[in-house]
Structure formats: structure tokens, C-alpha cells
């Protein structure tokens, strides 16, 4: 573990009533899942302990709770000698057990004016981009003075009681009472600041990312309209190996631009801007068109996309762009992983909701692969072998959707034979 050296060590000490605080256990909860969002792995928060060094309060990003243990077990070691040392330690890539957090990851004092507190510890997936430092560390901040302030005011409940008890005359109790009341005030100014300053940095992290992808839009479109006019205009004065070029050009382009789509749509739903719209749908040409689309993708494929839709299926009322995108990053997703087969929609409507299923006869899952294919940016593969192109938002953006418009998914899966991914969605059925 290799540790960058901060302030002065501070004193390690329990926060008195802290795991008892309603409040604090919320926000401990909060600080787990938004730093495990923030760096796409795996979060764990630690209260400081006399006896043990650390005890697991919280975390996020796990399979479940005994593969969180199993993390905070490893990581009892390095987060005692954070807890002594107050430095920022290094976490090695592939200490922390899962394919979450094969990245390495940091481990963050939480101190508050001299007092330890606790520690935040944050690890990522192998090939994920940097940590947002400045991110990490304000919400590290935040946290840190979330347990400062449940321990003051457990330590001025108790001088109230002490001073209950003994009585008028005791003027020294009743000076330090109010010497913690008024730090105890300038921290609920302090807890305002530290929300607006993680508001600000969120803020500018969503304004960045919406200009990024507007920006790079606009000119990429204009790069695949002018492949797709040479393409068609210039075609007989164009050799195979142009024409090929050109058209690998278009394929990838057109790639990225969903790509950009799908972060810009993840963000809008993060953001609560993505309205549900209610309308006639006809599923089964909402299905056609949606197999229409992946037809690109399967190129020469030996592979074929059957229906399996009644074809007195009826008509229903639901969001018809949300489902057609759920429809489309499925079958792309089922066109990615069969190289040869078939691939099966079959669907229905029974109690109000619409079942649908696609099924497909490709490489298929991995049982330590099937629990994270639904986080942001997994990818099967390995990043080097870039086997199978994808950024890994694909599911994520499937499950978000499914969520907005108040349905599930679940997917089943055996390796060498193929997957099958169902939904369902509360629908109006019209006719």
C-alpha cells in the first residue's frame, strides 16, 4: 500500500452514538452508493473503533452483504493504518475481491479537525478511466463531518443530562454546552456548504457531459452524412477497398454516435428528465422495425431473427420510443454475442402487462459474469481484446428504462448455448 502523505495524524476515537443515528446511517448509505456511482466499482464506508481499528458501516457496488464483508475483511490492514497515519492510501489493483473493483482504488481518511472518524474506501473495474478526485474527496469531506457532528451532538445530549442531573450551580457545565452548541451550529453551516459544494461539482459534471456529447454529435453527424453521400454517389468511381473502407468508417462512426446517445439518455434519466409518454403502440411493427435496424449489425452473418407474435396481438398504450430502444439495445445486444443461429422474440400481453422475451443461441454468460451485466460500463470481454466493440451501457440503459416505466427484467443464461433476456411492463391494452 502505498500512502501520500496529508496533515498531521489525527486522533483515532469511536463516534460516540454514531451507528445509532438514523441520520448518520442515512448519510452513510447515501456517501456508499454515490462514491460506488461516481467511480463504476464498489464502495465501503468504516467507522473508527478502539478496539478493531474499523467496523464496516456501510457499502455498495457488492454482489451482496457477505461480498462486502469478504472486501472489509481484506481491507481491515490498510484501513487501520489510514486511520493511524490520517494519508490517503492506495489500494492495489486486484485487492479487493470481484470483478468490480479489479481496478485498484484509494482509501480515504474521514477526519475532521484532528478527530478519525472513519475511512471511505472506493475501488473500480480494470480499463475504467481515473477516479474523480475532487469528487471523492469533497464527498470524503462531507462524510467526515457528517460523523463529527453526530458525535457532538451525542457529547452535548450527554452534558444536558449530566447537567440535569447535578442540578443549578454548576456553571462550567453549563459553559461547555454552550461552547458545543455553537460549534455545533457552525457545523450545520459547514454540512450546507459542503451540500452546495458537492451540488456544484455534480452540476458541472452533468453540464460537461451533455456539452461533450452535443458537442461531438453535431460534426460526427455531419461525417456519416457525408460517407453515406459518397457511398451513394460516387459509388462506380470508388475501388473495392475504398468502398470497404469507407463503409467500416460508417459502421464505427455510427457506433460512437449511439454510444453518445445512450450516455446523453443515462443522464437524462439520472436527472429525472426523461418524461414517460403514454401512446398508441402497435407492438408487433414496433418489433419489425426495431429487427429492421440490428440488420446492419448482422452483416453476413449466419444468422436469422425470428417473431413469435400472435398476429391478433393487441393493441396497447405505453411509451412507444422507451420501448423501442429497450427492443433495439436487446437485439443488438443478442446480434453482438451470436455469431451464428437464431434469435427469438416472442411476446405477449396478460394482466395488464407486456411480456416479452428474446431469446438467442450465442456465446451465452457466465454465472460470475450475469450479476454486473446491468452496471454502468461492464463489458464481457477484457478491454484489451476489444473482441466485442460496446462501451458497456447498453443493459444499463435497458434497466433504467424498464425501472422509469415501472417494469424488470431478468435474463437467464448457459455458456456455449445462449441467453435469454425478459421483461415486462404495466401496459393499457386498447384493443
Known amino acids: 500500500m502505498a500512502a501520500e502523505s496529508l496533515n498531521p495524524a489525527p486522533q483515532a476515537r469511536p463516534v460516540a452514538g454514531g451507528p445509532a443515528s438514523p441520520a448518520l446511517a442515512a448519510a452513510v448509505r447515501e456517501a456508499a452508493t454515490r462514491a460506488a456511482e461516481l467511480v463504476g466499482g464498489v464502495a465501503l464506508v468504516f467507522a473508527a473503533s478502539g478496539r478493531e481499528g474499523g467496523v464496516l458501516r456501510g457499502a455498495a457496488g457488492f454482489a451482496g452483504p457477505d461480498a462486502a464483508r469478504a472486501a472489509a475483511a481484506r481491507l481491515a490492514g490498510a484501513v487501520r493504518e489510514t486511520l493511524a497515519s ?18 485498484g482504488g484509494v482509501i480515504h481518511p474521514l477526519a475532521w479537525e484532528g478527530r478519525a472518524h472513519g475511512a471511505l474506501v472506493v475501488a473500480w473495474p480494470a480499463g475504467s478511466p481515473a477516479a474523480p478526485d475532487a469528487a471523492l474527496a469533497a464527498l470524503a469531506q462531507g ?31 453549563a459553559d461547555e454546552i454552550l461552547k458545543l452548541s455553537e460549534a455545533l451550529f457552525a457545523q450545520d453551516v459547514e ?6 459544494k458537492l451540488g456544484k461539482i455534480e ?9 461533450m456529447s452535443r458537442e ?8 456519416i452524412e457525408a460517407i453515406i453521400s459518397v457511398l451513394t454517389g460516387e459509388n462506380d468511381t470508388l475501388s473495392a477497398a475504398s468502398q470497404g473502407s469507407l463503409r467500416a468508417a460508417l459502421d464505427d462512426g455510427t457506433a460512437f454516435l449511439r454510444t453518445l446517445q445512450n450516455i446523453l439518455d443515462l443522464w437524462r434519466l439520472k436527472q429525472g428528465e426523461l418524461p414517460v409518454e403514454i401512446q398508441d403502440v402497435n407492438f408487433r411493427e414496433t418489433v419489425g422495425e426495431a429487427i429492421f435496424s440490428v440488420q446492419d449489425q448482422i452483416g453476413d452473418k449466419p444468422l436469422a431473427i425470428e417473431q413469435r407474435i400472435d398476429a391478433r396481438f393487441p393493441k396497447i398504450r405505453t411509451d412507444l420510443t422507451k420501448i423501442s430502444q429497450i427492443l433495439f ?3 443488438d445486444n443478442a446480434v453482438k454475442f451470436t455469431p451464428r443461429g437464431r ?8 394482466e395488464s402487462r407486456l411480456h416479452c422475451e428474446i431469446r438467442d443461441t450465442g456465446i451465452g454468460i457466465c454465472p460470475d459474469d450475469r450479476q454486473y451485466i446491468f452496471d454502468e460500463f461492464y463489458q464481457l470481454a477484457e478491454p484489451s481484446t476489444r473482441r466485442y466493440h460496446g462501451a458497456g451501457l447498453g443493459l444499463t440503459l435497458v434497466r433504467d428504462l424498464l425501472v422509469l416505466l415501472g417494469g424488470e427484467i431478468s435474463v437467464s443464461s448457459e455458456v456455449g448455448t445462449g441467453s435469454c433476456f425478459a421483461f415486462s411492463v404495466p401496459v393499457q391494452v386498447i384493443g
Open 329 to 331: 439495445l436487446l437485439l
Open 143 to 173: 462524510l467526515a463531518l457528517r460523523f463529527d457532528h453526530a458525535a457532538l451532538e451525542a457529547e452535548v445530549k450527554g452534558l444536558r443530562t449530566q447537567a440535569a442531573q447535578l442540578g443549578r450551580g454548576h456553571e462550567e457545565k
Open 191 to 196: 454540512l450546507v456548504r459542503s451540500h452546495e
Open 86 to 103: 490520517g494519508a490517503l492510501c492506495e489500494v492495489p489493483a486486484g485487492f479487493v475481491p470481484g470483478r468490480r473493483a479489479q481496478g
Open 216 to 223: 461531438l454529435r453535431t460534426p460526427l453527424n455531419r461525417m
Open 203 to 211: 452540476r458541472l459534471k452533468n453540464d460537461f457531459i451533455e456539452k
Open 343 to 350: 434469435i427469438e422474440i416472442a411476446a405477449r400481453v396478460a
